[in-house]
């Protein structure tokens, strides 16, 4: 089993709609949680954290289940500029180390 | 712009051959990370530098192998290439060692052929 687990996509919807992607993780005492996006061919760059309480940036919302090891994030009225990669982090049982999931991967169409 | 900066941006080495890839972390920052992102996957972690020593290894081979120099700019050394080292290879660095936020380069694209 992965350590980090996403669907890999890719979902194909059309601008203003609403996407969610979620993230099933198997280390139980990871303590931080990320959102990566990645464009084509270009480096992750930091989405948000993810707080246990749940957290909200503009139209990104992220939500943490412990109980059941489950992240997900929510993107409400969708831009072509979101197109792109949607990775899923957590910190390994060293926390030095990121984990990375293989990505979802988001296709916004005119 | 993260400034954290790798070089080369490309490279095509031949199989048996030996790389080093550079990457030059954020101002402030003591902490390098290594990943290889492989095609389709998500980044793995190679190792990590902290203050010039190495702070902890992913499941990669010893020919893969590091350095971080006083100014906390940092190497990635490959020895005996294998056509499955082609890979985005990524520098990240970070304040401090843990669970705190990780600024990437730009990658390095290795081709082994």
């Known amino acids: 089993r992965k350590e980090v687990e996403q669907d890999p996509g890719p979902f194909n919807v059309p601008e203003g709609a609403t996407v969610a992607f979620n993230c099933t993780y198997s280390?139980?005492?990871?303590?931080?949680f990320f959102w990566y996006r990645q464009d084509c061919r270009k480096e992750p760059k930091l989405l948000m954290s993810?707080?246990?309480s749940g957290n909200e940036d503009g139209r990104f919302t992220a939500q943490l289940n412990r109980a059941s090891q489950y992240i997900s994030l929510l993107i409400r009225d969708s831009k072509l500029s979101d197109s792109a990669t949607y990775l899923c982090?957590?910190?390994?049982?060293?926390?030095?180390?990121?984990?990375f999931g293989s990505g979802t991967r988001l296709l916004v169409r005119p | 712009e993260t400034g954290v900066t790798q070089s080369p941006t490309h490279l095509i080495k031949t199989r048996g051959q030996q790389v080093t890839l550079r990457c030059s972390s954020q101002?402030?920052?003591?902490?390098v990370s290594w990943y290889q992102q492989a095609l389709g996957q998500g980044p793995q972690f190679i190792f990590q530098?902290?203050?010039?020593?190495?702070?902890g290894r992913g499941n990669f081979p010893p020919r893969f192998s590091g350095l971080q120099f006083p100014n906390y700019s940092s190497e990635l050394n490959v020895n005996a290439l294998e056509l499955d080292d082609s890979a985005l290879y990524l520098c990240?660095?970070?304040?401090?060692?843990?669970?705190?936020?990780?600024?990437f380069g730009q990658g390095t694209r290795l081709t082994v052929v």
């Open positions: 530098y902290y203050r010039e020593e190495e702070n």
């Open positions: 101002s402030g920052h003591n902490t």
């Open positions: 280390n139980s005492a990871s303590q931080s």
């Open positions: 993810v707080y246990s």
């Open positions: 982090v957590v910190n390994g049982l060293s926390s030095y180390k990121l984990i």
């Open positions: 990240a660095s970070s304040p401090g060692t843990g669970d705190t936020e990780a600024f």
